[in-house]
């Protein structure tokens, strides 16, 4: 009898590792899936300038950060190349425009609704800083703030502590 309660409780533990194993891989298949067909994607439509806060929602940085951004139906990220052809649509200038792709949009943001201190907040303080390229520096933060995030860059032209205008790409 002890011989035959031996062999049951191999039998058991084999099958419940057996199934265990089978159970986890599923889940870690199922996982990975699910992470390769959900992609961030950032979409605008109309006029930046009476706005601009939007650079600071979690949903346009992880657009930013997968280098899904799209402005007026216009596909923005440094990787288009195509001449030096350009696009005004409503108030943003596309660069190295091709079709319903570009290399990167300007925009200007509202009067003091978007200020450094925000953008320190939600893109860190890993960022490269250049002199205002136009007029003097008038306080010490006019410049220009350039972060990259993932497979998107912006640089935010600051004048007196708020951001007045960006370039993604």
Not at 153 to 160: A, R, T
């Amino acid at each position: 009898m002890n011989k035959i309660s031996k062999i049951f409780v191999a039998g058991t533990v084999t099958l419940g590792t057996a199934l265990g194993i089978n159970i986890s891989n599923e889940e870690e298949s199922h996982n990975e899936a699910q992470a390769i067909t959900t992609q961030p994607w950032y979409t605008y439509s109309g006029y930046t300038s009476e706005g601009g806060d939007f650079v600071l929602d979690q949903s346009f940085f992880n657009g930013l950060k997968a280098g899904n951004m799209t402005f007026n139906e216009i596909k923005v990220n440094s990787k288009y190349h195509s001449g030096s052809s350009s696009k005004v649509i409503y108030d943003q200038t596309f660069q190295q425009t091709n079709g319903k792709t570009a290399n990167s949009v300007t925009f200007s943001i509202q009067n003091k609704s978007v200020s450094l201190k925000d953008i320190r907040v939600q893109y860190g303080e890993n960022y490269k800083y250049q002199q205002p390229i136009n007029g003097d520096k008038e306080t010490s933060s006019d410049g220009l703030y350039g972060y990259q995030v993932g497979d998107g860059n912006i640089v935010f032209h600051v004048s007196d502590g708020y951001v007045t205008s960006a370039v993604v790409s």
